[in-house]
């Protein structure tokens, strides 16, 4: 085959490999108090890699039809040999640390996604299971299957399309340009119609293969590319703007699509133009780009299950954490290209008929383990009961909240009369106990009910998102939902003159001058007694997969646990303090109540599941909020 090495293109490989590994990995940069992605347009190293990898296999194609050497069985035995022996190693050690370190749910979702993997539709399954970009995907161990999925799916049709072509004499010319304007406006439609799918599918993708392939037909043809007097500064222009997209696009940018077209003709530019004496095919040819490069398919095939298991291990990963992952990466591609990639590649070493006996065994095994687990609904009994418990726990907090009556969630959707369905018994010898604010007021109501029913009529009066402050006066007309509902609610307060309020919230700093406001006006009601609720602990994570983390590491369940962001709420319960003694109102602390000074928060009550404090990052269970009021002195 007359193909000459260029070890640019691997230089071209190493490139978009680390970009695609920059961007998964999630460094991030702080501007203005605010993080954002050190490289959000990292993703596009996989649409280089099309336009690589449609050029390489198009010239070896037409390379042997010119020859009359061109045979299906080589060519998709030469695929296999490249592709599949890592592959299955992968696949198999994701398949070992998911026994490890997987909650049976996830696990099942691992073993989906492996099948999917061995047949080449992972791109299929990853569409129906999730958004690329959602946080849930970084969870996800083989996601990154679905472009390889993408590229096999292209190697059996287009080939065999191709060779017709080719042989009927047909111009081939048009192949190419009819497949490249057909996808591309697919693309594009996609981009902008229906986003998830138009990113999975190969329909919006053929067009960057296809492409490559274009070029390939060009050097096929001619023995030298066009001697284009600007050569050398197009190649310059092309890297220039390969290298600024990876910091302009991000996920919002609609790709692949029209925008998409500029990386993939930079690329295209790049590989055109052969001759090795312009600055950038020396920079793509030193020997640190071209030996990333020949290991770059190692690398990605490792580089997303590493990240995956680190997320799934730690509560959180910092930028060490981070590096670390990327250097164990390096290792193991280094150790899969020397040990598996290129043995299974030299057919003198290993004869097609080892080959393939070796290939079948990998795949039956992990297949029949995929099923296994599939059967098995993850391997449940990996775990004690106790652990179990935790992990299949499900709180109802739509009838502690007493959702759709007491409790309004969707706002947006409310009848005129609110809580007109929100009953209970009313002793008009008791005395009125009112709670208003958000669902961080709702989830405190187990525990007012348990404290002061017996004394007091509760009156529950809590929203989703609208917290106890009045932004607008009384008279406005147009108001919010929100605005709406606390104007019903001042009313309803004016009217009943409470003897105890409790004003809880999701607060924020910025609340505390809105809340003035508040206290002023029922201060005018002749409301007894104020109550201010302080913020509660506040989780990374939900506070259950924290503790699952925590059990399969330590293997206990601790009672206490730091978490990053406490640090950040002693501040803010700090200042809610503070501004209770000067607006002389009753204070109330979770943090105070369930942290100690060194930023560590209560996790469990009990030692059941439902015992939890907090059934997600941030609110209360039954227990906990009866736990909390029983501390309160009135």
Same mark, same amino acid.
């Given at each position: 085959m007359n193909f000459k090495y260029r070890p640019e293109i691997d230089g071209l490989r190493a490139i978009a490999v680390m970009?695609?590994?920059?961007?998964?990995?999630? +460094? @991030? @940069?702080?501007?203005?108090?605010?993080? %954002?992605s050190f490289l959000p347009g990292g993703f596009l190293g996989v649409d280089i890699f099309y336009v690589i990898s449609g050029y390489l296999i198009s010239y070896l194609i037409l390379e042997k039809l010119k020859l009359k050497s061109f045979s299906f069985l080589d060519f998709y035995e030469r695929r296999a040999r490249r592709l599949l022996p890592v592959l299955l190693l992968v696949i198999s050690v994701s398949l070992a640390a998911g026994y490890i370190l997987m909650l049976p749910r996830q696990y099942l979702d691992l073993s989906n996604s492996s099948i999917s993997s061995l047949f080449f539709y992972s791109n299929i399954w990853f569409y129906f299971s999730d958004n690329y970009f959602a946080e849930s995907s970084l969870v996800k161990p083989l996601l990154h299957t679905w472009s390889l999925s993408i590229e096999e799916q292209f190697y059996i049709f287009f080939p065999p399309l191709l060779v017709f072509f080719y042989l009927k004499k047909k111009n081939i010319n048009n192949l190419f340009v009819i497949l490249i304007f057909l996808s591309l406006l697919f693309s594009q439609?996609? #981009?902008?119609?229906?986003?998830?799918?138009?990113?999975?599918?190969? %329909?919006?993708?053929?067009?960057?293969?296809?492409?490559?392939?274009? =070029?390939?037909? @060009?050097?096929?043809?001619?023995?030298?590319?066009?001697?284009?007097?600007?050569?050398?500064? &197009?190649?310059?222009?092309?890297?220039?703007?390969?290298?600024?997209?990876? %910091?302009?696009?991000?996920?919002?940018?609609?790709?692949?699509?029209?925008? *998409?077209?500029? @990386?993939? +003709?930079?690329?295209?530019?790049?590989?055109?133009?052969?001759?090795?004496?312009s600055i950038i095919k020396k920079i793509l040819s030193l020997k640190i780009f071209v030996g990333i490069g020949l290991i770059s398919y190692s690398l990605y095939l490792w580089h997303y299950p590493?990240?995956? %298991?680190?997320?799934?291990?730690?509560? !959180?990963?910092?930028? $060490?954490?981070?590096?670390?992952?990327?250097?164990?990466?390096?290792?193991?591609?280094?150790? #899969?290209?020397?040990?598996?990639?290129?043995?299974?590649?030299?057919?003198?070493?290993?004869?097609?008929?080892?080959?393939?006996? *070796?290939? &079948?065994?990998?795949?039956?095994?992990?297949?029949?383990?995929?099923?296994?687990?599939?059967? *098995?609904?993850? =391997?449940?009994?990996?775990?004690?009961?106790?652990?179990?418990?935790?992990?299949?726990?499900?709180?109802?907090?739509?009838k502690v909240y007493r959702t759709g009556t007491c409790h309004n969630v969707s706002i947006h959707k409310l009848k005129s009369k609110f809580f007109e369905n929100c009953k $209970?018994?009313?002793?008009?010898?008791?005395?009125?106990?009112?709670?208003?604010?958000?669902?961080?007021?709702?989830?405190?109501?187990?525990?007012?009910?348990?404290? !002061?029913?017996?004394? !007091?009529?509760?009156?529950?009066? *809590?929203?989703?998102?609208?917290?106890?402050?009045?932004?607008?006066?009384?008279?406005?007309?147009?108001e919010k939902p929100c605005q709406k509902i606390n104007n019903f609610i001042l009313n309803e307060i004016k009217e009943l003159q409470p003897n105890k309020i409790f004003l809880s919230a999701f607060w924020q700093t910025e609340d505390l001058y809105l809340l003035e406001e508040t206290i002023k006006l029922l201060r005018n009601f002749k409301v007894e007694k104020i109550y201010l609720v302080g913020p509660s602990p506040r989780w990374h994570d939900p506070l259950p997969k924290i503790l699952f983390k925590e059990y399969r590491i330590k293997r206990k369940i601790p009672e206490y646990l730091y978490d990053q962001n406490h640090k950040v709420f002693f501040k803010i319960d700090k200042e809610f303090e503070d501004f209770s003694k000067k607006n002389s109102i009753k204070y109330i602390s979770p943090m105070k109540i369930l942290c100690k000074s060194n930023y560590k928060c209560l996790t469990k009550i009990g030692k059941k599941a439902d015992s939890m404090v907090n059934w997600d990052e941030n609110h209360f269970t039954e227990k906990a909020s009866i736990f909390i009021f029983s501390k309160v002195i009135d």
């Open positions: 970009s695609v590994i920059v961007f998964h990995a999630g +460094f @991030v @940069v702080d501007y203005k108090n605010e993080n %954002f439609f996609g #981009s902008v119609y229906f986003k998830s799918f138009n990113f999975y599918m190969i %329909f919006s993708r053929i067009w960057e293969l296809a492409f490559g392939g274009l =070029i390939a037909l @060009v050097h096929v043809r001619s023995k030298s590319e066009i001697n284009f007097k600007y050569r050398k500064i &197009l190649e310059a222009v092309s890297f220039t703007i390969i290298i600024s997209s990876f %910091f302009i696009f991000d996920e919002s940018t609609l790709h692949p699509s029209i925008f *998409t077209f500029i @990386v993939i +003709f930079g690329t295209g530019v790049l590989i055109y133009f052969r001759n090795p004496d590493i990240f995956a %298991f680190k997320k799934i291990k730690s509560n !959180y990963l910092s930028d $060490f954490d981070k590096l670390e992952a990327i250097f164990l990466i390096i290792f193991l591609s280094l150790l #899969s290209f020397f040990l598996v990639e290129k043995p299974f590649r030299n057919k003198k070493l290993i004869k097609k008929k080892n080959f393939f006996l *070796t290939i &079948l065994i990998a795949f039956i095994s992990i297949f029949s383990l995929s099923i296994y687990i599939n059967q *098995t609904n993850g =391997i449940p009994k990996r775990y004690s009961p106790e652990v179990l418990e935790l992990i299949d726990f499900n709180y109802d907090y739509k $209970f018994k009313i002793n008009k010898n008791k005395e009125d106990v009112y709670i208003w604010g958000d669902s961080m007021a709702g989830h405190l109501f187990p525990g007012i009910n348990e404290k !002061y029913e017996k004394k !007091y009529n509760i009156w529950q009066r *809590t929203s989703g998102s609208c917290k106890p402050i009045i932004k607008k006066s009384l008279d406005t007309k147009k």
